[in-house]
């Protein structure tokens, strides 16, 4: 806690109860990732944030070195924050507005995973591509 009073004491956010509340609640979802595999997502555009503080925590959390976009309708990107395991997610719509801000805890975004049906279907896909290069 030292820590967040310092990053954030300044602008006095940390002293705002949903602020903290929010940071606590990633640190018992990051322990509870760890003791049972349990991943949780922290939806922030539905809680009552003071103004700025989105971008309180944010910096709190910090940046990390992997970032990832999934296209599809609308968009999601993926932030991985400077603690391990937490990562910002952003949905945006069509238009490129954001329409959606969470706190994902997991050891990867499950919008990242493959999912096994699609695997199964990208080996068979593989195997006919890889057959059809070498029989020309």
């Known amino acids: 806690m030292q820590q967040m009073q310092t ?4 602008a006095g956010l940390i002293n705002q109860p949903m602020i903290q509340a929010v940071l ?4 018992a979802k990051l322990a509870k ?3 049972n595999g349990e991943a949780a997502r922290i939806d922030l555009r539905r809680l009552p944030l003071p103004p700025d503080g989105l971008h309180a925590i944010r910096r709190f959390l910090g940046r990390g070195e992997v970032e990832a976009n999934v296209q599809g309708v609308g968009s999601c990107s993926f932030q991985e924050t400077g603690t391990a395991g937490v990562w910002w997610g952003t949905q945006r719509n069509t238009a490129g507005d954001p329409v959606g801000e969470f706190i994902e805890i997991a050891r990867v975004p499950d919008l990242l995973k493959a999912d096994d049906a ?3 279907d990208a080996v068979d896909a593989l ?3 890889l057959g059809q290069a ?3």
Request: glycine content about 4%.
């Open 24 to 27: 606590r609640e990633v640190a």
């Open 118 to 120: 699609e695997m199964h």
């Open 127 to 129: 195997r006919r591509r």
């Open 134 to 136: 070498l029989d020309s």
């Open 7 to 10: 990053t954030i004491g300044s």
């Open 33 to 35: 990732l760890l003791e």
